[in-house]
C-alpha cells in the first residue's frame, strides 16, 4: 500500500515569497491533516479536512496560510507572504479509522 | 484545550538496557494515546498506540501503559538496540466522527550506545 506522499521534499525561499507544498493521502482515506513542526517541537496541527470539508483550522493562521482539498483527495498548503518564523517541516497526514499515517514532510527554510 | 507534557527530553541508554519515557494529558476527554517514532529526516512513524478502555498494551519490545486517574502514560522499550535511537512523541486526542486531531508532546530523543 503506497503511503502518504507529499512534495516539494525541500524549499528554500525569501521571506514574503510565496510556496505551496502538495499532499496526495493513502487511498481511501477520508481524513486528511496539515501538521507544522518546528525543529526540535512536536508537530502541530493547522488544519483537519474530512472529505473535501475544513473540520478544524483554528491553529491555521489565515492571514498567511490557506489550504484546499479538492475532490476529496488531494490537498495543498499554501503560505503567502512568508515569514522567518514558518520555518518548519510541513506533515501531511491521512486516517481512515483510528490510525493517523503521516508523510516524510516537506522541509521549508525561509531566508 | 489539551496540553501534552513529556519527559525526559533526551535519554541516552547502553543497549539492552530498558528506556522509559512518560507523558501527562490535561483532558479527560482524551481517549486515544498514540507513540510515534520519528528518524532523521522522516516522517512520524506509529509504533503503539492505546485506546482509554485499556490500562496496558505489548507489542514485542514495546509496552504501553495508562492511567487514566492520574492522566498519564508512558511507553516501555526493552532490551535495546541501536535501531532504537530516534525521537519519540506521545499524542493524545478524542475520538470523534471527523477522525483522531493529535496533541502531541514536544518530543523525546532517545540514544542507544552499543
Known amino acids: 500500500e503506497a503511503g502518504v506522499a507529499q512534495s516539494p521534499r525541500y524549499k528554500i525561499i525569501e521571506k514574503r515569497q510565496s510556496v505551496a507544498f502538495w499532499c496526495n493521502p493513502i487511498s481511501g482515506h477520508a481524513t486528511l491533516y496539515w501538521y507544522q513542526q518546528i525543529l526540535g517541537q512536536g508537530p502541530k496541527l493547522l488544519i483537519q479536512f474530512q472529505n473535501n470539508g475544513v473540520v478544524d483550522d483554528s491553529q491555521l493562521p489565515k492571514d498567511r496560510f490557506s489550504a484546499e482539498r479538492l475532490k476529496g483527495v488531494d490537498s495543498t498548503l499554501k503560505i503567502q507572504p512568508a515569514k522567518l518564523e514558518d520555518s518548519a517541516v510541513y506533515l501531511c497526514?491521512?486516517?481512515?479509522?483510528?490510525?493517523?499515517?503521516f508523510g516524510e514532510g516537506s522541509w521549508l527554510t525561509v531566508v | 484545550g489539551e496540553n501534552v507534557e513529556q519527559h525526559p527530553s533526551t535519554l541516552s541508554v547502553q543497549e539492552g538496557d530498558s528506556a522509559v519515557i512518560k507523558c501527562t494529558y490535561s483532558?479527560?476527554?482524551?481517549?486515544?494515546f498514540p507513540w510515534y517514532k520519528q528518524e532523521l529526516g522522516k516522517g512520524p512513524q506509529l509504533i503503539i498506540d492505546?485506546?482509554?478502555?485499556?490500562g496496558e498494551k505489548k507489542d514485542q519490545r514495546i509496552a504501553v501503559t495508562l492511567n487514566k486517574t492520574a492522566k498519564h502514560f508512558s511507553l516501555h522499550i526493552t532490551e535495546t538496540q541501536p535501531e532504537d535511537s530516534a525521537v519519540y512523541f506521545c499524542?493524545?486526542?478524542?475520538?470523534?466522527?471527523?477522525?483522531?486531531?493529535?496533541?502531541f508532546g514536544k518530543g523525546t530523543s532517545l540514544l542507544v550506545t552499543p
Open positions: 483532558d479527560s476527554a482524551s481517549n486515544y
Open positions: 492505546i485506546r482509554s478502555n485499556v
Open positions: 499524542a493524545a486526542s478524542q475520538n470523534s466522527n471527523s477522525g483522531y486531531a493529535l496533541n
Open positions: 497526514a491521512s486516517s481512515f479509522t483510528n490510525t493517523i499515517y
